[in-house]
């Protein structure tokens, strides 16, 4: 289970996120939507310290920090138990697919070289590119390297998975196989927390989604109740905007 209380963050006199209380059970799918600029990605960096808190507190699993009383050993464990999949792939480009998947595993966990290597061979056939292990980044496409993103975190065997706008990057022809990637971990009931603008995968996969503004949750629910009965104005203005954007 993951557990936010009053998670704050500011940078200098802006507010980015203002007290947000959130609570994910394990194997939950939660999506988070909402304008550009509103704390969406700041609460997935905020979770696992990427950024650092203003104030609250977070537990993941047995894991409980005050964000003002983290130790650096309270921020590892908390980085263990949380795998991040970013917007640009965020791959080594001197390493190859078989190497950044293992990376982690290595270098932060401590594995041998020799498990380490069998468990990225072992993701790679699993997300459909054990031919690539050797390939380097700037030999693969976009859809591909952001698999190999997402291959990392899935080796991590992380609580949650926290996936930041991953096929915003993308170009069009490469946003399915990452989505259907994505659908694979929520079909296995991966417990994954994430920002995107992909409406449809929302509707399609996710348990809850969560509709932030101005670094509050203004509702949340399934998405039965979101897309097609939101009960705030801002919820359905925003929908409104972003569901016409995409049809145009």
């Known amino acids: 289970m993951i557990e936010l209380k009053g998670l704050r ?52 699993g047995d894991l409980h920090v005050d964000v003002n009383r983290a130790r650096k050993a309270d921020i590892l464990q908390l980085r263990r138990q949380t795998a991040f999949v970013f917007q640009n792939y965020a791959l080594f480009a001197n390493k190859t697919a078989l190497q950044n998947i293992a990376e982690r595993l290595l270098v932060v966990d401590g594995w041998p070289k020799a498990r380490a290597y069998e468990r990225a061979r072992d993701i790679l056939r699993r997300i459909g590119l054990e031919d690539k292990a050797d390939a380097y980044p700037a030999s693969l496409s976009g859809g591909q390297q952001q698999r190999i993103g997402i291959g ?86 925003f929908l409104q905007k972003i569901l016409a954007s995409h049809q145009a």
């Not at 969406?40 to 960096?45: A, D, N, Q, V």
């Not at 995968?201 to 949750?217: L, M, N, P, S, Y």
Request: glycine residues 8%; charged residues 25%; aromatic residues 6%.
């Open 152 to 237: 990392r975190a899935m080796a991590a065997g992380a609580e949650v998975i926290l996936f930041d706008e991953p096929t915003s990057s993308l170009d069009p022809e490469w946003v399915d196989e990452v989505l259907a990637l994505m659908k694979q971990l929520a079909a296995e009931r991966q417990t994954m927390l994430l920002v995107t603008h992909e409406m449809s995968f929302a509707r399609d996969v996710a348990d809850r989604v969560i509709f932030i503004d101005e670094g509050r949750i203004v509702e949340q629910g399934p998405p039965s109740e979101i897309f097609y009965h939101p009960r705030d104005p801002r919820t359905r203005d």
């Open 9 to 60: 963050k500011q940078f200098g006199d802006a507010v980015v996120l203002d007290g947000i209380d959130l609570t994910i059970q394990k194997g939950e799918i939660v999506v988070v939507i909402g304008p550009s600029g509103t704390g969406k990605s700041t609460l997935l960096r905020c979770l696992n310290f990427l950024e650092q808190p203003t104030a609250g507190e977070i537990t993941v």
